[in-house]
């Protein structure tokens, strides 16, 4: 089953490069999340989305920028990374609008990214 | 805030034993959800229970079964007659009610079942 679908899967960037990672969900929901998954540490939440707006910014740096044109589809623009930003990047969906807990989220493959 | 713990980083065990993977919760709130994600090496986090903080009833489902109990903040989970299909890393997570729809995971158990 593929709910959630993310591309790449693997990228390699240079700090200096700009790139974007694309998720994009097929099961009709509401609510998409990018989580930050390091080595080591718990997947930390990136950004809440719902209805295509922006709902959360856990406080993440400007060189990480969503953007959510539908309720499908969400993207995560990159530029100028450092090589700490290495990580598996993780988008979810849930159902409901995200701006309440309890809702279950479903989540992506994720893009494993390597910062050079 | 809210705080999950898993204190095991890494379990092993043979084909067909049991397993628990424990979880200790911290939060204020009075309602609150816990999750259990299984994550294979492909990556993808898996969805395998939510449950809410008012409902303690233990749970079964086909081999694995969990055991919520507010008293003591935990939430473990059990896979009997484990199987290879099994190792992948384990995350428990909770969400309060309040606030947005953010899950705070644990740093995982990684579980490797041998033949």
Redesign the interface.
Known sequence: ETGVTQTPRHLVMGMTNKKSLKCEQHLGHNAMYWYKQSAKKPLELMFVYNFKEQTENNSVPSRFSPECPNSSHLFLHLHTLQPEDSALYLCASSQGDGLAGGETQYFGPGTRLLVL | AQK?TQAQTEISVVEKEDVTLDCVYETRDT???L?W?KQPP??????LI?R?SFDEQNEISGRYSWNFQKSTSSFNFTITASQVVDSAVY?CAL??????????????TRLTVIP
Do not use: D, I, K, P
């Not at chain 2, 492909?42 to 969805?47: C, D, N």
């Not at chain 2, 969400?95 to 995982?108: C, D, K, P, V, W």
């Open positions: 999950v309602t609150y959800y999750f994600y492909s990556g993808e986090l898996v969805f939510r809410n995350f969400s309060a009610q309040t606030g947005a729809n953010n899950l705070f995971f644990g740093t995982g």
